[in-house]
């Protein structure tokens, strides 16, 4: 692979996008943050408001810090995977966000707007939809007008549609490792309409997993080079360059209710997990890692891919892990995958941290048998000042 042309589906990570553009349109007084969403979504017959809480309204201030207790079900969504780009051909953005996120659904917390955090994939998509609505063109194509191309960024090697690449052979290819029949069952079960398929006739095995879209895109969808998504992050560490005003990334950093918001999580999955439950800013995630150092960034996780983006929290270095493995099949064995991730994180932050000039070292000090663990992994590590520190690709079967 190679960090300039393979093209990943950066999943998750795409959420820092939508805070991008709100902000944006925050700078231009096009939308304020804590004003209800209805008044910009401009659909009198389709309000959306929590059904036992509708004196709370659901602002941008709270779709982008997982706040607004919006929870579509996660079958649900994964149901609404659909290969290639099917699924932009059944419903566009606001047609899906309006099905499931209205008040006569049962998809909601029991707990009023701005009260608890619940990570909200459909509750980001529709803050991309706001974009849409408030800048009149569609949240990918201004993504790649007002944020990828002032960036210097090749749009034409920036989407979310298969339809949006010339030459889809540099789209990075989705792979899972099944140990034994009930792990690629796992996969036939929970989502039969991607016709996942076996690499072998033995176990353990690779299974392939084809290229798919779904239409709530903006939360994870994105597709770019490593390259590419560096020069976004670059961005943000540089305090928003041309893009932005150091304000508005100041905001977007900062922990919604100062952390005084607690994370819903009624039967304790969240806190019995090796992973410290996040802290959210504006779509930018604080994470607390087994070093007991807080990142800022985002992951990313699809079918078929795990990645992740983070900065240290003295702004000087990012890190951009993005792999085409994935890591939540078979279930008990995701946290050692996410084990491995971070192994690999604090390793590259330990190895140039301090003194930049020592990068070869590290190099060499690095244990390339972790990433066994994936199939590919592409991954970008630089310094506040542009400098490219490490590159590399690898693959292992």
């Excluded at 950066?10 to 553009?21: E, L």
């Excluded at 084809?210 to 560490?237: C, D, E």
């Excluded at 019995?272 to 070093?291: N, R």
């Excluded at 066994?372 to 079967?397: A, G």
Aim: charged letters at 15%; a negative charge; aromatic letters at 12%.
């Amino acid at each position: 692979m190679d960090v300039e042309k393979s093209i990943f589906a950066v999943a998750s990570i795409s959420k820092t996008f939508i805070a991008v553009a709100v902000m944006q349109l925050v700078e231009k007084e096009l939308v304020d943050l804590d004003t209800d969403i209805n008044q910009y979504l401009s659909e009198p017959r389709q309000r959306i408001f929590h059904p036992n809480y509708p004196s709370h309204s659901i602002t941008l201030r709270r779709l982008l810090s997982h706040s607004s207790s919006i929870a579509v079900d996660e079958s649900i969504q994964l149901s609404l995977y659909q290969l290639g780009d099917t699924a932009f051909e059944q419903s566009t953005l606001a047609e899906i966000l309006f099905t499931h996120i209205n008040p006569n659904t049962s998809n909601w917390l029991p707990k009023p707007p701005g009260t608890v955090a619940f990570y909200s994939n459909y509750g980001s998509s529709l803050a991309g939809l706001v974009v849409e609505r408030v800048a009149n063109m569609s949240f990918d194509q201004y993504v790649k007008e007002k944020i990828m191309k002032p960036l210097s960024i090749d749009i034409s090697k920036v989407g979310v549609r298969l339809a949006d690449f010339s030459n889809r052979e540099e789209l990075v290819k989705h792979y899972a490792y099944a140990f034994n029949a009930s792990n690629l069952n796992e996969w036939i079960q929970g989502m039969p309409q991607l016709n996942v398929t076996q690499l072998s006739d033995n176990f353990p095995t690779w299974l392939y997993i084809p290229f798919f879209g779904f239409s709530a895109y903006p939360a994870g969808l994105f597709r770019m080079s490593t390259r590419s998504l560096s020069k976004f992050l670059q961005m943000f560490m540089n305090n928003g360059s041309t893009l932005l005003s150091p304000r508005s990334i100041a905001e977007m950093k900062l922990i919604v209710g100062n952390g005084l918001i607690p994370y819903y999580d009624p039967h304790g999955i969240v806190n019995s997990s090796i992973i410290a439950p996040p802290t959210f800013g504006l779509s930018w995630t604080w994470q607390t890692l087994s070093d007991g150092r807080r990142y800022i960034g985002h992951s990313g996780s699809l079918p078929g891919s795990r990645h992740w983006m983070l900065i240290n929290e003295k702004n000087t270095v990012g890190v951009i892990i993005l792999t085409n493995g994935d890591s939540n099949v078979p279930s008990d064995r995701s946290s050692q995958y996410y084990k491995i991730l971070e192994n690999i994180h604090l390793a590259l932050i330990q190895c140039f941290e301090t003194e930049i000039s020592k990068s070869s070292a590290c190099h060499r000090n690095i244990s390339f048998f972790e990433f066994s663990m994936m199939m590919f992994f592409s991954f970008l590590f630089f310094s506040l000042n542009d400098h490219l520190l490490l590159n590399e690709n690898e693959f292992h079967q």
